[in-house]
């Protein structure tokens, strides 16, 4: 795993400007973001084989599962970096909004929850 490094951020809403932030983020690195892709699939794909046992629902389960390990590990894959901040200010109240746990990828979706507004961060273009 890489050291976290800090990214130059806009956060932004739809009702204000957009304002600076910096968020730690961990690079991934190819090795890791494939690996992240391979589990997904390997579980969906596990999960098909288990729902075959599964009188009637069988018919369902397993082409979704067959269908969703592509799908998931194409999301997996395309995230380049995890967040490893906890917090951002709001651009609204400027108090604290958490960030979800292992969140990846721009932009990243945001709410406060002291007055509920949902924004995003995306990378600055300097940063």
Known sequence: MSEPVPVALQIRDSA????????????????????????RLVVAWGLALFSLFIPLLHFVLV???????????????????????????CPKCTGAAAIEPDTTGWPAAMRCLACGTTFSAVPSAAG
Do not use: D
């Open 16 to 39: 204000r400007a957009p304002t600076a932030a910096t968020l730690e983020v961990q690079v991934l690195a190819p090795g890791a973001r494939l690996q992240r892709l391979a589990f």
């Open 63 to 89: 082409p979704g599962f067959l269908l969703a390990g592509p799908v998931l590990a194409w999301l997996a894959g395309r995230a380049t970096v995890r967040v490893i901040s906890t917090s951002v200010a």
